[in-house]
C-alpha cells in the first residue's frame, strides 16, 4: 500500500476532510487507496493559513491541537483520484495537486518513518491498519 508523508498540521486537514487537494512539485500516475504519514516537522505557515481560511473556532483548535500531538506515524488514509494542474479549491496553490477523496483520520497514530515521494509501507504497518469493514469506500 502506498504512503505519502505530508507536514504537520496539512496531514491533519486532509484527513479530517477539510483539505481535498495536497500541494506537490512532482506528477504521480497513481490512483488508488493512500495512506497519510504525518511528518516530524510543522509548517508554521499551513497553521497560519488553516487560522486564516477556517477561523480561529473550536473546532479549528482541536485539528491544530491534534495534529501537533499526531507526528511522526499514518494518522488515516483516503483515496488519490487524480493529479492535476488546476483546481478550484482554495487548498490548491502547487505545481501540481494530488486530488483526496474519502479521507479518514485513525483514532491512534501508526508511528513509522516518513520518506520522499510516494513509498510502500511495510506489512507490519499493513497488519496494524485499521479494518475497513462496514466502511463505505470509493467506486
Known amino acids: 500500500m502506498k504512503a505519502l508523508s505530508i507536514q504537520q498540521p496539512?496531514?491533519?486537514?486532509?484527513?479530517?476532510?477539510?483539505?481535498?487537494?495536497?500541494?506537490?512539485?512532482?506528477?504521480?500516475?497513481?490512483?488508488?487507496?493512500?495512506?497519510?504519514?504525518?511528518?516530524?516537522?510543522?509548517?508554521?505557515?499551513?497553521?497560519?493559513?488553516?487560522?486564516?481560511?477556517?477561523?480561529?473556532?473550536?473546532?479549528?483548535?482541536?485539528?491544530?491541537?491534534?495534529?501537533?500531538?499526531?507526528?511522526?506515524?499514518?494518522?488515516?488514509?483516503?483515496?488519490?483520484?487524480?493529479?492535476v494542474i488546476r483546481h478550484d479549491s482554495p487548498w490548491f496553490f502547487g505545481k501540481y495537486g494530488f486530488v483526496i477523496e474519502y479521507p479518514e483520520a485513525f483514532a491512534d497514530i501508526i508511528k513509522c518513518r516518513g520518506h520522499l515521494s510516494l513509498f510502500n509501507v511495510t506489512s507490519d504497518i499493513r497488519a496494524a491498519l485499521p479494518s475497513m469493514a462496514g466502511r463505505a469506500v470509493a467506486p
Open 10 to 83: 496539512w496531514a491533519e486537514a486532509i484527513v479530517r476532510g477539510y483539505k481535498p487537494v495536497e500541494n506537490r512539485t512532482w506528477f504521480t500516475g497513481y490512483r488508488g487507496p493512500l495512506l497519510i504519514h504525518a511528518g516530524q516537522k510543522w509548517d508554521k505557515d499551513g497553521e497560519t493559513f488553516i487560522l486564516d481560511h477556517l477561523g480561529r473556532t473550536e473546532e479549528t483548535t482541536l485539528l491544530l491541537k491534534s495534529a501537533g500531538e499526531r507526528r511522526g506515524g499514518i494518522v488515516g488514509r483516503a483515496m488519490l483520484t487524480d493529479c
